[in-house]
Every structure is written in C-alpha cells, then in structure tokens.
C-alpha cells in the first residue's frame, strides 16, 4: 500500500493550493483518511480528518479556510486550503486507514510522503 500526496507549492498570504492524496495497492478498504502538518521546530499536528461516510473535523487553526473531501472510487483525499497565511507554512502529510487483501482483516494506518506547503509574499 502506498500513499501519493502532491499539491503542494509556494503561495501569497490570502491564496489558495489543492492537495491530494491517493492510495494505491492490493486494498481491500479505506476508513478515516485524513491531513497532519509539520513546522519547523514544532511537533506534527492534526489539520483534518474525513471518516468513509463523510463526517469531517477540522483543527481550530483552520476551521472555515480549508475544506478535506474524498473520492471513495479513487481511494483520494483532497485538502482545499484557502485564505491561507504565513502560519500554514509547513510539510503536510496524508493519511489513510486502510485494511489490505491479508490475512490479519486489520486496519493500518499509511502515510504519505509530504509535501511542503509554504505561504509568504
């Protein structure tokens, strides 16, 4: 299994950027996807969560500027980053619960690579 992020770039305070994320591999299930990001010199942190149905949760610091959704059919979880500010500079990392074709029947979590999301003018 393996997570593919891409999206990410360099960007003015109040622009926007696109994140992906698709999962790939012998798959048999994919529940909660979601977002964390890292700063430099600061611990990783969650940004966004979506659970296989829909349900979505946001951090506080980005609540009402980014928007996470899902293709269920791609297996691909978008990250919508908008009004962004100097402070959302940071390396973001996808996520994905997934159960793959083994014997377990157990969920893992997968990570992405990351991709550097920087904002300044």
């Known amino acids: 299994v393996q997570l593919q992020a891409s999206g990410g770039g360099l960007v003015q305070p109040g622009g926007s950027l696109r994140l992906s994320c698709a999962a790939s591999?012998?798959?048999?299930?994919?529940?909660?996807m979601g977002w964390y990001r890292q700063a430099p010199g600061k611990l990783r942190e969650l940004v966004a969560t979506?659970?296989?149905?829909?349900?979505?949760n946001y951090a506080a610091a980005v609540k009402g500027r980014f928007t996470i959704s899902r293709d269920n059919a791609k297996k691909t979880v978008y990250l919508q980053t908008d009004s962004l500010i100097p402070e959302d500079t940071a390396v973001y990392y996808c996520?994905?619960?997934?159960?793959?074709?083994?014997?377990?029947?157990?969920?893992?979590?997968?990570w992405g690579q990351g991709t550097q999301v920087t904002v300044s003018s």
């Open positions: 979506v659970n296989n149905g829909g349900s979505t």
């Open positions: 591999g012998s798959i048999f299930g994919v529940n909660d």
């Open positions: 996520y994905a619960n997934v159960r793959p074709y083994d014997s377990s029947g157990l969920y893992r979590r997968y």
